[in-house]
């Protein structure tokens, strides 16, 4: 028989500070990544991250603005947090 093989790559997530704003940015439409999937977690728990760190998603949804979801965060909330890309 055949035998198939599929590997996705993950998205890379961009944190961009500006002014009194945190924007969270990964690709929409990059073909080999399927980022449709993903969304943003959060941690307060102090570094390092462990295995028992507790993460959660963030509330804001993402938006997509020119080909990149994007997530912005009033850096009151963001500068205390960990981010990453889960799906």
């Not at 198939?4 to 998205?11: A, D, E, G, I, T």
């Not at 990544?33 to 993903?38: D, E, N, V, W």
């Not at 570094?47 to 603005?65: Q, Y």
Request: net charge neutral; hydrophobic share 45%; glycine share 4%.
């Amino acid at each position: 028989g055949t035998l198939f093989s599929l590997s996705l790559l993950r998205p890379q997530l961009n944190i961009i500070v500006s002014g009194p704003y945190t924007t969270l940015k990964w690709p929409a439409n990059d073909p080999a990544i399927f980022a449709s999937g993903f969304h943003v977690q959060t941690t307060i728990d102090p570094l390092p991250i462990t295995p028992a760190t507790i993460w959660v998603n963030e509330i804001v949804p993402p938006t997509i603005i020119n080909g990149e979801f994007t997530v912005i965060l009033v850096n009151s909330v963001a500068a205390q947090r960990v981010y990453r890309l889960w799906q």
